[in-house]
């Protein structure tokens, strides 16, 4: 008999959030609230709409959060590329 979990990462129970989500979330609302008060009003605008786009999920899996798609495109456009050209 078998014992399986659904996932090892805890969940918080509101719409699947995680401890990673809520950092990140917490992050850009610091973010928000600092430019807000330094009356930098359309930065902090822009700041909290990528915090939030960051945060929705995506279709294919409800953990899947769009800040982890950002990481991956991210990494892909920095890592080595090596290129090849035979004649």
Known sequence: MYITLKSIKRNLGL?????????????????FTIL??????TIAIVIISLGV????????SKCNRMYKLFFLFVKYLFKDKHYYFYK
């Open 15 to 31: 719409f699947n959030l995680e401890f990673e989500d809520l950092l990140i979330g917490s992050i850009f609302g610091l973010i």
């Open 36 to 41: 807000f008060l330094l009356k930098i009003y």
């Open 53 to 60: 786009l960051s945060l929705i999920p995506m279709d294919f």
